[in-house]
Structure formats: structure tokens, C-alpha cells
């Protein structure tokens, strides 16, 4: 029997390494399965075997209790969480889980984007705190800025918590409608909100045209680190206009690695076979 590996994918990291998995091991020597969240309508599928949904969705349990069943019938020996930056409820799931059942275990993710001279970064916590600071400190900070227009970046979940910002205007994209601020046709009573449905890479120059066509005074975003998305701070950089910066979750460093390549050393080491 091949040994299993499971990747909570959804990440470019992911979908790298599965691909170098899939063609450096024969599938007696490896079983490569990539697990994707299901949230996003017809997904990139990656090489090897796929799982699609959440954990608690498809067990009818809590995810910690669903992954920690996934692993144990399905025999998984190596888990690799490669999941976003900021899926904190997943990686938290993921390394109880392996500890729990003994697995060996790694999480994989970006390094994150490094403040460069001429960035105007307010850094914050999470996304109730950038919430607080558009509500009432953005006028102390930035006088200047009279109703600013808010590129909103930060993805689908939690953006309802930035309707109570009423004297922002914004500028939300994501890769799909948020179901929690418009309706299946995309209506919306956020009514200071114009919603732009994309999926990046984008060029710098991209970018700085959608600046200047919306007005945009103001960039939310997660330091998510990557190519894929960077120029949206090149092109707040070079307009000089501030970014209000979601710092990156809490990562234990001990089961920590930054590049596909680490990850692939890894699986040399921990495989039994």
C-alpha cells in the first residue's frame, strides 16, 4: 500500500507542490490528495486525488472532529497544511488533529510582504480594528482625506463588519459575491459599496488604472504575501496612499516552512517508505 499524504490546499503553494509531488513519486510510492474548501464556484484542480468541501459540511460535525475522521479512515501518515495566511480555523483544526492522531505535520505558507520606503502601512490587528480605525480614527490620522474612497480587499468573510463605516465609500473585490452583504442577483444594501468580482494575478498596471477610475484614497488588505496580488501595494506606493494592514495570524514556527522546496526535504525525512 502506497503511504497517503493529504494538502489543505487552495494556495499557488499547493497547487506547486502538488504537482512536484505527482511527477517526482509513482502512485505506489505516494498517494497525493489535495483537500479544497469548496467556496469558490469551479476551482483550479490540482494534480493527484481531490477532495472538495469543508470538513464539518460533508461529516455533519465540527471541522476539528471532521478532519480528525478524514485522516484516520482514509490512513493519511504526512499532513501538509497549505492553506491561505489567514485560514486561522483551519490550521488551527489541522495541528490538533495531527497531534492528536501522531501524524507528521507541516504548514507551508508565503513569506509575507516586507514595509518598503515610501509605504504608508497602518498596521492593525485584525479586521473589527480596521473597522474602528475607518469609523473613528481615519479622520485624527489622515484630515485630508474627506469621505475616502476604501479599496476593500480582504476577501468574502467579515466585510458586513465595514457597513457601519459611513462615511467611507468602498470598493470591495473578490473572487465571488459575498452572499453576506448582496443578494444571488448581486444587489446590495451596503449602498456606499460597489462590488467588483475578480481573480488575480494582476499587473501594476492594472492596478493603478483601477485607482484612478474609482478615486480609490485608501487600500484594507491582509498581508498575504505573493505575487499575485502585490501590485495593488505597488500601486498604493506609488500614489501615496496609505494602506491599512492586516497583521498575519500567530504561526507555531517549529512545524513552519516558507518555500515548496523545504517541503519537498520534508517528505524525504518523514516518509516511511
Not at 27 to 50: D, F, H, R
Request: aromatic share 8%; hydrophobic share 40%; charged share 20%.
Amino acid at each position: 500500500m502506497p503511504e497517503k499524504l493529504l494538502i489543505l490546499g487552495g494556495t499557488s503553494e499547493a497547487y506547486k507542490l502538488a504537482e512536484r509531488l505527482v511527477s517526482q513519486y509513482s502512485s505506489e510510492q505516494l498517494t497525493v490528495i489535495t483537500s479544497l474548501a469548496g467556496v469558490t464556484g469551479n476551482p483550479k484542480l490540482p494534480a493527484g486525488e481531490v477532495r472538495i468541501g469543508g470538513f464539518s459540511k460533508t461529516s455533519g460535525v465540527d471541522g476539528k472532529t471532521g478532519l480528525h475522521n478524514y485522516l484516520q479512515q482514509e490512513n493519511i501518515s504526512l499532513l501538509i497544511n497549505a492553506t491561505h495566511p489567514y485560514a486561522i480555523q483551519i490550521s488551527e483544526n489541522a495541528l490538533a488533529a495531527a497531534t492528536e492522531l501522531g501524524l507528521a505535520y507541516l504548514r507551508l505558507t508565503r513569506p509575507p510582504w516586507l514595509k518598503h520606503s515610501g509605504d504608508q502601512w497602518i498596521e492593525v490587528a485584525d479586521l473589527p480594528t480596521a473597522a474602528e480605525f475607518l469609523k473613528n480614527e481615519i479622520e485624527i490620522s489622515y484630515p485630508e482625506l474627506s469621505a475616502p474612497v476604501v479599496f476593500l480587499t480582504t476577501g468574502n468573510r467579515g466585510l458586513e463588519i465595514f457597513q457601519q463605516c459611513s462615511t467611507c465609500n468602498f470598493v470591495v473585490r473578490t473572487v465571488e459575491l459575498p452572499q453576506s452583504v448582496t443578494s444571488a442577483t448581486g444587489i446590495s444594501a451596503w449602498e456606499n459599496a460597489t462590488f467588483l468580482q475578480a481573480r488575480g494575478p494582476f499587473s501594476l498596471e492594472h492596478e493603478l488604472a483601477l485607482f484612478r477610475q474609482y478615486g480609490v484614497t485608501l487600500l484594507v488588505s491582509k498581508n498575504s504575501g505573493g505575487d499575485s496580488t502585490y501590485a495593488k501595494i505597488e500601486a498604493a506606493r506609488k500614489l501615496k496612499i496609505p494602506v491599512v494592514m492586516l497583521d498575519r495570524p500567530a504561526v507555531n514556527s517549529a512545524d513552519l516552512c516558507l518555500q515548496v522546496n523545504q517541503v519537498l526535504e520534508w517528505i524525504v525525512q518523514h516518509k516511511s517508505v
